[in-house]
């Protein structure tokens, strides 16, 4: 089958391979044809953690994707053979940047019905991490409009994330703040539902003040941990809570104000939940099919910004490239295999 992979040979670029033929599915794994994949940041950082000169056989990265299920695992009973389903998988196995790819069923769902194959690839990582954060570690309700006149701020709303979370919240029915530092993602943060942009190449409090915003209820920081620390503890309201999702650089001081004001931190890994194959690893299944419907039902859109082609080592070292730039819109996808 192809693959696209990192090769003691190839190093440091990736590179269009052959790989042997998939065995059937064991267990609760599912045995995928990849038709469409997105890329993400941890691709990047999985890519610089590994050293080619250590690989025996070539490291497919990719955590992102949508396609048809071919085999099913004997223990397998969510899916059948020809669903069309997406999801981003564990980082501790083989990524999907492969024409056929193995996961467990417990972190896939069918894929939205409206929407294509590149469309839903750029999805579920994004997704799970929005509503995990919000919804699973923070103590926030998705449904009724609970949250109706509390205000979010994400910082870094255009972003895969971010695009996501804006959406998320304004479900649940906070005035949304988010952040953008030019025109376009200023633009984009308004599309996924903001009602506010501020610029966060900028200090944010005298922005918020103008817009008559003296402090938030709830904050999500997805895009530099240490940087917006301080200024965060300063906006975020008594009894708020801050969400992050990015490895800080140094310590944090979370003493005052934090202590002073009990704000609640609270930290998101979407891969947390494969990684320790934790007991509710089956909520990402949960998270993907509820997603999924909403997407149906016009509650939620897509954050797909850019299709680069089909799948090739030319054009992820593209996405790879375009990603590491830190400016994207949403979210890039590849789709289809060369003949
Ligand atoms: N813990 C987890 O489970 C998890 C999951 C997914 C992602 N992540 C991490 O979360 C971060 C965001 O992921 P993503 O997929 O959303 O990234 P992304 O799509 O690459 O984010 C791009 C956006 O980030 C904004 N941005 C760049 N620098 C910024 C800064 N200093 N302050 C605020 N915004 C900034 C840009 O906005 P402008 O162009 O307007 O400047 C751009 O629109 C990455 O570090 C990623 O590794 C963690």
Redesign the pocket.
């Known amino acids: 089958m192809k693959a696209v992979a990192l090769s003691r040979e190839s190093a440091p670029a990736l590179r269009d391979v052959h790989l042997p033929p998939p065995l059937p599915p064991q267990g609760r794994d599912l045995l995928i044809r990849v038709e469409a994949v997105s890329v993400?940041?941890?691709d990047g950082?999985q890519r610089a953690a590994t050293d080619p000169a250590t690989l025996e056989v070539p490291r497919v990265l990719g955590w992102d994707a949508s396609g048809v299920v071919e085999a099913i695992g004997e223990e397998a009973s969510l899916f059948a053979s020809g669903d069309e389903v997406y999801y981003a998988g564990d980082v501790t196995r083989p990524g999907c940047n492969a024409q056929y790819h193995w996961v467990d069923e417990r972190l896939v769902a069918r894929k939205p019905t409206t929407l294509d194959f590149a469309e839903a690839a750029a999805l579920p990582?994004?997704t799970l991490?929005a509503w995990e954060l919000l919804f699973q570690r923070m103590p926030l309700q998705l449904d009724d409009r609970r949250h109706a006149g509390q205000r979010l701020l994400v910082?870094?709303g255009?972003?895969?994330?971010?695009s996501m979370a804006i959406q998320l919240a304004r479900h649940a029915g906070f005035e949304v703040i988010a952040?953008?530092?030019?025109e376009s993602?200023s633009n984009w943060c308004r599309q996924m539902g903001a009602q506010h942009v501020v610029d966060?190449s900028q200090p944010l409090r005298p922005q918020l003040q103008a817009l008559g915003v003296d402090t938030v209820q709830v904050a999500l920081n997805?895009?530099?941990t240490d940087?917006y620390w301080d200024e965060l503890g300063q906006l975020l309201a008594p009894q708020g809570h801050v969400g992050l999702?990015?490895e800080p650089r140094g310590a944090l001081r979370i003493g005052d104000p934090y202590k002073a004001k009990c704000i609640g931190i609270h930290w998101?890994?979407?891969f947390a939940r494969s990684r320790f194959a934790t007991a509710d690893c089956i909520e990402q299944h949960r998270i993907l099919s509820r997603a999924a419907s909403m997407l149906d039902a016009g509650q939620l859109r897509g954050t797909l910004s850019e299709t680069l082609g089909t799948i090739n080592a030319a054009n992820l070292e593209i996405a790879h490239q375009r990603?590491a730039s830190?400016?994207?819109?949403g979210k890039l996808a590849l789709a289809g295999w060369d003949d």
Do not use: C, Q, W, Y
Not at 158 to 162: D, E, K, L, R
Not at 326 to 329: E, K, P, Q, Y
């Open positions: 993400n940041p941890v950082k990582l994004t991490t910082i870094g255009a972003g895969g994330v971010g952040t953008a530092s030019r993602s966060h997805l895009a530099d940087h999702i990015v998101e890994f979407m990603l830190g400016r994207t819109l």
